[in-house]
């Protein structure tokens, strides 16, 4: 493994950090809202991968003004997509957080072990 | 005993994401490969082909339109779902939590959002929405921002206050606006036999043609913006509704 060019990559080695913690919470925490909160923490491990990918050094933000050469600006495609991404991600929160709310109405808890009556895991 | 697997699996995984990481090219790089094929005829011509200053707008309106589509249609129906699973806030049955618990907020989270209020609303629709393709800004990130306004105003003064000034039958409307207006300024286009989402008028050349198109991009982003937000803001209304089992437990035991 080369770790200078790891060291360069810091965005991409905090991303996956952020990733791994994410999906241990999903996995291990038997709480729902806490496995969402997991999921979104993985979500945003992925955005911030995907927008380290296209920053430049000193790169200018993607708007045409005077004095900004258009080499000097950064990849704007990350950015759209990413823009995409975290509207999903909303929009799939809000209905798991809404599915959350009618679990908790019909069982009076958010514990998945609970839920599947398998007592505490 | 489970928690170990699960760490040891973790433990693989990160190491084959390190790994990984460890070949990519230096990020911050001009020569990395996802900055040499399209991105700099996108930085170049982006202006011109995508109509506006902020290329991220212009990829995300034309390069990328259709996929903006989607997402609108997504967000729509995201709605759509949790109105289907908890069905819209119901007026004096609904409390927010200051009322739900009898306190109300402090004067001075009630005097602060009353001046910030107007301010936040003003930030998402004039400078996000409207000079979105100019400078920082766009429509969905105007739509999130008037969304957390009314959501402030909601936590502060309760949902029976905010429902009252926005009430559902004006929320229905706009709701869909997003989409509405996305499938008009396309069809337009398609009326007059060009492609979908081209924002372009046959017989309008020059000066004229880019002012069309700005014109119609501009609606198209306040659409997304008051579109987007009120989505947002229905969502939370229909969450709200603490009372409904705190007051009344319908907890059957398993």
């Known amino acids: ?121 | 005993m489970r928690k170990a697997a699960v760490l040891g699996a973790l433990l693989i995984i990160g190491a084959m994401l390190l790994f990984a990481i460890g070949k990519m090219p230096a990020m911050n790089s001009r020569n990395a490969p996802d900055k040499t094929h399209v991105i700099p005829r996108y930085l170049e011509k982006g202006e011109e082909e995508g109509g506006a200053k902020n290329i991220v707008t212009g990829v995300i309106l034309n390069y990328r339109g259709y996929d903006t589509m989607g997402e609108v249609t997504v967000i729509f129906s995201a709605l759509c779902a949790v109105v289907a699973l908890l069905d819209r806030e119901k007026r004096g049955l609904s409390r927010s939590s200051p009322d739900a618990s009898g306190v109300r907020s402090s004067v001075i989270v009630r005097t602060v959002v009353r001046f910030a209020f107007p301010v936040i609303v003003f930030f998402a629709v004039a400078y996000m929405m409207l000079h979105g393709e100019g400078s920082p800004g766009g429509g969905f990130q105007g739509g999130a921002i008037l969304g957390a306004s009314v959501i402030v105003f909601t936590l502060a003064f309760g949902l029976p206050e905010s429902t009252r000034r926005m009430p559902l039958k004006v929320r229905i409307p706009l709701e869909s606006t997003a989409i509405v207006g996305f499938l008009a300024m396309g069809i337009i286009g398609l009326a007059y036999g060009v492609n979908f989402l081209t924002y372009l008028l046959p017989g309008v050349h020059g000066a004229m043609a880019q002012t069309v198109r700005n014109l119609m991009m501009t609606v198209i982003e306040v659409g997304i913006g008051i579109g987007g937000g009120v989505i947002f803001i229905s969502i939370v209304f229909a969450m709200m509704r603490e009372d409904k089992y705190e007051l009344q437990p319908d907890v059957p035991q398993p």
């Open chain 1, 1 to 121: 493994m080369n770790f200078s060019r790891m060291f360069h990559n810091l965005n991409y080695v905090v991303s996956a950090l952020l990733f791994l913690m994410g999906l241990y919470t999903v996995v291990v925490k038997p709480n729902l809202i806490k496995k969402l909160i997991g999921l979104n923490i993985m979500e945003t491990s992925v955005f911030l991968f995907i927008v380290s990918i296209g920053m430049v050094e000193g790169g200018e933000a993607p708007i045409v003004a005077e004095g900004v050469k258009s080499s000097q600006m950064v990849n704007p495609i990350p950015q759209a997509l990413i823009l995409t991404g975290i509207v999903v991600a909303v929009s799939t929160t809000a209905v798991a957080l809404s599915l959350c709310l009618k679990i908790h109405e019909r069982y009076g808890t958010l514990n998945a072990a609970e839920i599947l009556g398998r007592g505490e895991p």
